[in-house]
């Protein structure tokens, strides 16, 4: 009776053992499988910037990530699959930065616009720092009719985590109002227009123009951002 006992420890040792280099190879696998993709996803973000979507192949995206096709073909299914998921990309970073700008502040400390202020140089920021990402963002290759494809999965999260930017914008002006700061209705508009402010202006210093105008970035969203919220708290 004794040996058996000592038989089957043995054994369920030997079994945990097993398990446990399993679960290693696999981590192992998985980790290789994610360094890879992320190799692919750079190199894409590169070559987009570099060339643009319509001049881009995936043989430029794995040459430069160092992979072969049939890698590229593991993770992606074409080559709009990847300009998508590099986009879904910039935009995670983007949220973050906007989301870490604003929380060391205490919201009944400072005013809604401070806040949105802060957040519009946060967003200036990220564009300085990610030409790359904001070029891809902002779709400037929209004259592409595959780009507007918006029913497959990573559309779709692109969609909803656009949402989310947007609302944490409008979370920003509802506080506002419900301090007695701005005075409007509709805050889902309020937040799509300071929005589309700050495209706006970054697409013309993405096109040169700004420097034309002999603008400065900063100041140009200062001003433009503190006009749209004086707008805001006109009763």
Not at 63 to 81: E, H, M, P, Q
Not at 159 to 183: C, D, P, T, W, Y
Not at 194 to 223: C, M, P, S
């Given at each position: 009776?004794?040996?058996?006992?000592?038989?089957?420890?043995?054994?369920?040792?030997?079994?945990?053992?097993?398990?446990?280099?399993?679960?290693?190879?696999?981590?192992?696998?998985?980790?290789?499988?994610?360094?890879?993709?992320?190799?692919?996803?750079?190199?894409?973000?590169?070559?987009?910037?570099?060339?643009?979507?319509?001049?881009?192949?995936?043989?430029?995206?794995?040459?430069?990530?160092?992979?072969?096709?049939?890698?590229?073909?593991?993770?992606?299914?074409?080559?709009?699959?990847?300009?998508?998921?590099?986009?879904?990309?910039?935009?995670?970073?983007?949220?973050?930065?906007?989301?870490?700008?604003?929380?060391?502040?205490?919201?009944?400390?400072?005013?809604?616009?401070?806040?949105?202020?802060?957040?519009?140089?946060?967003?200036?920021?990220?564009?300085?720092?990610?030409?790359?990402?904001?070029?891809?963002?902002?779709?400037?290759?929209?004259?592409?009719?595959?780009?507007?494809?918006?029913?497959?999965?990573?559309?779709?999260?692109?969609?909803?985590?656009?949402?989310?930017?947007?609302?944490?914008?409008?979370?920003?002006?509802?506080?506002?109002?419900?301090?007695?700061?701005?005075?409007?209705?509709?805050?889902?508009?309020?937040?799509?227009?300071?929005?589309?402010?700050?495209e706006g202006i970054l697409i013309l210093d993405h096109r040169k123009n700004l420097?034309?105008?002999?603008?400065d970035l900063y100041q140009l969203v200062d001003f433009s951002v503190s006009s749209?919220?004086?707008?805001?708290?006109?009763?």
């Amino acid at each position: 009776m004794e040996e058996t006992i000592i038989d089957n420890n043995k054994n369920q040792d030997l079994i945990k053992s097993i398990q446990e280099n399993n679960l290693f190879k696999r981590a192992r696998t998985e980790e290789a499988r994610n360094i890879r993709k992320q190799a692919l996803l750079d190199a894409a973000k590169t070559i987009f910037f570099e060339n643009g979507y319509k001049n881009t192949t995936i043989k430029d995206i794995t040459d430069r990530a160092g992979v072969s096709i049939g890698t590229f073909y593991l993770y992606f299914d074409n080559k709009l699959t990847i300009y998508k998921n590099v986009l879904f990309e910039g935009i995670l970073q983007l949220e973050k930065q906007l989301r870490d700008s604003v929380k060391s502040f205490d919201p009944d400390e400072v005013s809604a616009s401070h806040l949105l202020k802060t957040l519009a140089k946060a967003y200036i920021d990220f564009y300085l720092y990610n030409p790359e990402y904001f070029d891809i963002i902002a779709v400037l290759n929209i004259t592409e009719d595959e780009l507007r494809e918006n029913h497959s999965r990573i559309s779709r999260e692109i969609h909803i985590k656009a949402r989310h930017i947007l609302r944490f914008i409008e979370s920003i002006i509802r506080l506002g109002k419900q301090k007695k700061e701005f005075h409007i209705e509709n805050t889902g508009a309020a937040a799509t227009g300071i929005w589309a402010l700050l495209e706006g202006i970054l697409i013309l210093d993405h096109r040169k123009n700004l420097t034309l105008l002999k603008q400065d970035l900063y100041q140009l969203v200062d001003f433009s951002v503190s006009s749209y919220l004086e707008g805001l708290k006109i009763k």
